[in-house]
């Protein structure tokens, strides 16, 4: 089952989240075979809880701490999360990495926070312009993904892999639908090797300047299981766009 998140990032307050959703539920379909999520700000969670109910649409965060509660000033926890009804968390995505230093190591106890609270982490990978000109897209992205299992190493199908390069994120220039499938194999054949024993449960994202009319460039290929959007899923209408090119 294909998996389309939408990561809003800073934007929406709950008033506006409320009228995206209203237009969302208007015109989009349910299909077979995928699952949508969106991933508000924490302040808009409630209001998206209470419209969604009754729909097939998953609520996600777009961060977490790994603590359950305690004196963490200005953090939330996967125990508010879920009451928030909750189902995913975006880990370690870029911004998290290089615009609030998150290292690894937290990506690492995030993501056994999640497990152990039962929400699906969608982990987040990719190189920066820099790596991928330097030739060492494949080592940053096995990096990345070997810390941040450290330990976790038998649950590849309890998460979710989102490949964004960090060169796509937000610029409008996508990866092509081919050095995006290439990064995906090596991700999957990386999990299998790390997780011998899995079934692959897991998914393989791409994001990186997904729009409408990219989003089937990608959806032809097999390798590519599901986006995490940013930017154009910010209007009801190219979101439900992009859910319907897979
Ligand atoms: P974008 O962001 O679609 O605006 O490039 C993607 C993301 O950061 O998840």
């Given amino acids: 089952m294909s998996l389309i998140a939408a990561n809003w990032k800073m934007h929406k307050t709950p ?5 995206y959703i209203k237009r969302f539920l208007e015109i989009y379909q349910p299909g077979e075979d995928r699952e949508v999520l969106l991933c508000p700000p924490f302040t808009s969670l409630s209001v ?12 996600g965060a777009q961060n977490c701490h790994y ?11 996967l125990k508010f999360l879920k009451e928030l009804g909750c189902s995913y968390v975006i880990v370690g995505h870029s911004e998290r990495r290089h615009l609030f230093g998150e290292s690894d190591e937290m990506i690492n106890r995030k993501l056994v926070a999640c497990l152990e609270e039962g929400l699906r982490p969608i982990l987040c990978v990719g190189e920066t312009l820099e790596e991928r000109e ?8 096995e990096n990345q993904i070997r810390l941040a299992l450290s330990g976790i190493e038998e649950y590849t199908d309890n998460i979710d892999i989102a490949y ?13 639908p081919q050095d995006a499938v290439a990064v995906h194999r090596f991700i999957r054949d990386l999990l299998k090797t790390v ?8 998914r393989i994202l791409y994001g990186g300047s997904v729009k409408p009319d990219n989003a089937q460039n990608f959806t032809k290929h097999r390798e590519i299981n599901g986006f995490l959007v940013g930017g154009a899923s910010l209007k009801p209408e190219s979101f439900v766009e992009i859910v319907n090119a897979f």
């Fill in 15 to 19: 008033k506006e989240t409320e009228e």
């Fill in 48 to 59: 998206a809880h209470e419209l969604l109910a009754g729909s097939d649409i998953k609520l």
């Fill in 67 to 77: 603590e359950k509660e305690g004196a963490f000033t200005g953090e939330i926890s």
């Fill in 134 to 141: 330097a030739g060492i897209t494949f080592k940053v992205i």
């Fill in 164 to 176: 964004e390069p960090v060169w796509a994120i937000g610029t409008g220039v996508p990866a092509t």
């Fill in 195 to 202: 997780n011998p024993e899995g079934e692959i449960g897991f």
